[in-house]
Nanobody, 127 residues
Framework: QVQLVESGGKLVQAGGSLRLSCAAS????????MGWFRQAPGKEREFVGG????????RYADSVKGRFTISRDNAKNTVYLQMNSLKPEDTAVYYC????????????????????WGQGTQVTVSS
């Protein structure tokens, strides 16, 4: 059983920065592609970005490209989402998720392709 626990979400002003963490259980963490998703009130959950198991490959949604960075520390079974230049439209619950397909050349973006999910952490950006 895989467990994911996100942390780091809070209220921040527009233009500010925040780093989210996702701690995972499981001995094969380094073989998992990890994704970050978000869901704003009344909207569907959307892909934010992903990172391959080795960390060699990343992919980002156009809406966050250049502002958000995903990294991972396989020794700590943790993946991070560094968010800079935050905007009010970034307000959402942020989730990390596991895609068991670990392919640096294929970064999947749809929610049903991700097998395990955390409980989410709230990020609120005030204007």
């Amino acid at each position: 059983q895989v467990q994911l626990v996100e942390s780091g979400g809070k209220l921040v002003q527009a233009g500010g920065s925040l780093r989210l963490s996702c701690a995972a259980s499981g001995r094969t963490f380094s073989s998992w592609t990890m994704g970050w998703f978000r869901q704003a009130p009344g909207k569907e959950r959307e892909f934010v970005g992903g990172i391959s198991g080795s960390g060699s490959s990343t992919r980002y949604a156009d809406s966050v490209k250049g502002r958000f960075t995903i990294s991972r520390d396989n020794a700590k079974n943790t993946v991070y989402l560094q968010m800079n230049s935050l905007k009010p439209e970034d307000t959402a619950v942020y989730y990390c998720a596991v895609d068991l397909l670990n392919s640096p050349s294929v970064m999947r973006t749809r929610t049903f392709e991700y097998r395990y999910w955390g409980q989410g952490t709230q990020v609120t950006v005030s204007s």
